[in-house]
């Protein structure tokens, strides 16, 4: 049996791997604790899993404002040594992060005890932390095609993001009576990732009416300071009224994915991996000022791959005809979920699992598995 730490908090896109890797962890007999920050967010999401081991460390997300960058840095030096401590009682074998503000304590921390750490990007831009924090590493998981500069092919992984057991391709009636939808109408599901997006949130509210003209029931994950959970129905024809619901945080991401016959989402990479693994076709809108552009360049490679379409956010108002034309057409769907489908033909978590369990075992980075081809 080893020993892991997983830094993984911030926002769902680091937290939901995070916690994909430890269930996989401790369904091969491993310890694994996950270290996660004291945000809404991160609160909210652990509730699901009382059988996994959490911290909270300090820390505040990096900023070039100097107000926020100086109490940054205050909470980050009280961060490295919270993990200090924590890694003197844990002794853990192997340090993990997955990005983000809290990956940078725990990743220092575990050089400077002599652990071995794994750091995880999933974007298709590397983000500041790995990009800084990637000379501490003794290995690197990136997406398949990238490259890391200074990150030598030794140190390099090419893997996609792990995702949580939970996620999985459920009967779509089924999925839908569960979620309090009609099974007979299409569905048309709207993420703004774990924030919530208003300008996606604004852009359901204002077209639900035409949506409903057309007989498209709408499920809206608005964010979690958001509002309260609404649901309205319009009846526009004879038959059924459509439903539009909007709740403020969705733990029924798999039955959701399920129900919908499209989704309209943000591009961050966690979403993106789980709309491989539900097979769900998407319309994305990049998220404008994410770090480095990186939605624009996760949602390009997507589209490449034949999951969906990109709408830039400037071109919203061509979003509605973009929804009604591919909502009904069967064709287009189809060829959608098959790409989809041949894009989780590899096992990200078991490439991670092996690799990890060995690198716990020598107490380095030099596996013997076959790093995946570029």
């Not at 990009?131 to 990238?146: D, E, F, K, N, Q």
């Not at 996606?200 to 509210?205: D, F, I």
């Not at 480095?292 to 791959?305: L, S, T, Y």
Request: a positive charge.
């Amino acid at each position: 049996m080893s020993r892991f730490l997983i830094s993984c908090g911030g926002t769902g896109g680091h937290l939901s791997p995070g916690i994909a890797l430890a269930e996989g962890l401790l369904a091969r007999g491993h310890e694994a604790t996950l270290l996660i920050s004291r945000k809404k967010v991160d609160a909210r999401l652990i509730e699901k899993y009382p059988l996994l081991s959490f911290d909270r460390i300090p820390g505040t997300a990096f900023s070039w404002q100097p107000v926020r960058l100086a109490r940054c840095l205050t909470s980050q030096a009280r961060a490295v040594g919270f993990c200090l401590s924590l890694m003197r009682q844990r002794r853990p074998d192997v340090v993990v992060g997955f990005g983000g503000f809290t990956s940078a304590p725990v990743a220092l921390a575990g050089r400077l005890q002599n652990i071995p750490v794994a750091l995880h990007e999933c974007n298709r831009v590397p983000g500041l932390a790995i990009r800084t924090l990637s000379h501490l590493a003794a290995r690197v998981y990136l997406p398949i095609g990238l490259r890391l500069s200074g990150v030598g092919a030794a140190t390099t992984r090419h893997v996609g993001l792990p995702v949580r057991r939970e996620i999985v391709l459920r009967p779509r009636a089924e999925s839908r009576v569960a979620l309090g939808l009609d099974p007979n109408q299409r569905v048309l599901a709207i993420l703004g990732g774990s924030q919530g997006a208003t300008v996606l949130n604004e852009w359901a509210r204002t077209h639900f009416g035409l949506l409903a003209a057309e007989g498209i029931q709408l499920y809206c994950v608005t964010g979690l300071d958001k509002g309260a959970p609404e649901i309205h129905e319009l009846r526009t024809k004879p038959g059924a009224p459509v439903k539009a619901i909007f709740m403020p945080f969705s733990d029924r991401v798999a039955e959701l994915l399920s129900a919908a016959d499209l989704v309209v989402s943000r591009a961050g990479a966690g979403t993106l991996a789980e709309l491989v693994r539900c097979e769900t076709p998407a319309i994305l809108v990049p998220y404008p000022h994410a770090a480095d552009d990186h939605q624009r360049a996760n949602a390009a490679f997507f589209e490449r791959q034949g999951g969906g379409l990109v709408v830039e956010q400037a071109a919203l108002g061509e979003l509605y005809t973009e929804v009604r034309d591919v909502i009904f057409n069967d064709w287009l769907l189809r060829k959608f979920r098959g790409n989809l489908r041949r894009m989780d033909r590899a096992n990200s978590l078991e490439v991670m699992l092996r690799d990890l369990e060995e690198i716990a075992a020598t107490g380095s980075a030099e596996s013997t598995l076959p790093a995946l081809a570029a």
